[in-house]
């Protein structure tokens, strides 16, 4: 029996290779992103070169009500969901007091409450059948605070830690919470969020590498899968909990720092 995926953010990135492996399985699809065209664009691929069915979703998760249409058109259409894959987010550089704020309100509700929200409406139906699977795309920027990316940062260890704790709320059932924990990734999250032009996002990994490690992990019932890492990252994130804060701090300030010009 084919599995339905509901996907978030699933027209460009990591969501749109999350989609094709999902395709590429055999399985069903439901896809949710702001841009008509490009999801249409990628029913129109995935249906003719894997013989499945997909749905497409226009929505703005910003939108505090966006998330019960959803479920509600979900629901409406008979479509049962067997995986929610909360992938939709998006950050933001600059100093907190200086950027705008109507921009990080929609990322705390893009990346937390949107998130949150979805879960919400989709969990008691896996919970009725016993049966389902949750991913959540984190950052491995939710492991330490982020200087320059305030907002950003904080808003992933918001996802970790709720993707963890109900992961372990779950533990008796057959429903599974996996979070994915990306580094670097080439997708258009690097040139929106401005973090192209830094140290950090000198070396990215592909968004197709990433998106196998998350859908590998979710489909094995992973708590975390940390994916995309230079060996300098794993060894910097290693010493993260062993080092003064200070210091890592001022590392990943002066990391974010805006370093060279890409024009």
């Known amino acids: 029996m084919k599995k339905v995926a509901l ?6 990135g990591i969501g749109k290779e999350l989609s094709n492996i999902h395709a590429e399985k055999g399985g069903d699809l439901v896809i949710v992103a702001r841009s008509k065209n490009k999801l249409e664009a990628l029913k129109t691929v995935l249906e003719k070169k894997h013989s499945i069915k997909v749905m ?3 929505k703005d998760l910003v939108r505090p009500e966006a998330v019960k249409e959803i479920y509600n058109e979900v629901k409406d259409a008979g479509v049962e969901i067997d995986y929610l894959i909360n992938n939709a987010g998006f950050g933001g550089l600059g100093k907190f007091h200086e950027r705008d704020w109507e921009l990080d309100l929609a990322m705390i509700n893009l990346n937390i409450v949107a998130l949150t929200a979805l879960t919400r409406f989709f969990l008691p139906d896996f919970v009725k059948r016993n049966e389902g699977r949750i991913l959540n795309v984190s950052s491995t920027a939710s ?10 940062f904080a808003t992933k260890a918001y996802v970790t830690s709720f993707s963890n704790a109900i992961a372990e709320e779950l533990h008796d059932t057959n429903i ?3 979070n994915l924990m ?6 258009e999250f690097g040139s929106v969020s401005g973090m ?3 140290e950090m996002f000198k070396k990215t990994v592909s968004a197709r590498g990433v998106a196998e490690d998350g859908y590998d992990g979710m489909i094995k019932g992973k708590l975390d899968v940390i994916s995309g890492l ?3 990252q794993k060894l910097m994130i290693s010493m993260v909990p062993l080092s003064p804060k200070k210091m890592v701090l001022k590392q990943i300030r002066q990391m974010q720092e ?3 010009n890409l024009e």
């Open 196 to 198: 192209d032009k830094t």
């Open 230 to 232: 230079t060996f300098s």
């Open 258 to 260: 805006v370093k060279y």
């Open 143 to 152: 492991l330490m605070p982020g200087p320059l990316q305030a907002v950003y």
């Open 56 to 58: 497409i979703i226009v």
């Open 7 to 12: 996907i978030t953010g699933a027209s460009t």
């Open 182 to 187: 990306p580094g670097a990734t080439e997708t």
């Open 176 to 178: 599974t919470v996996t």
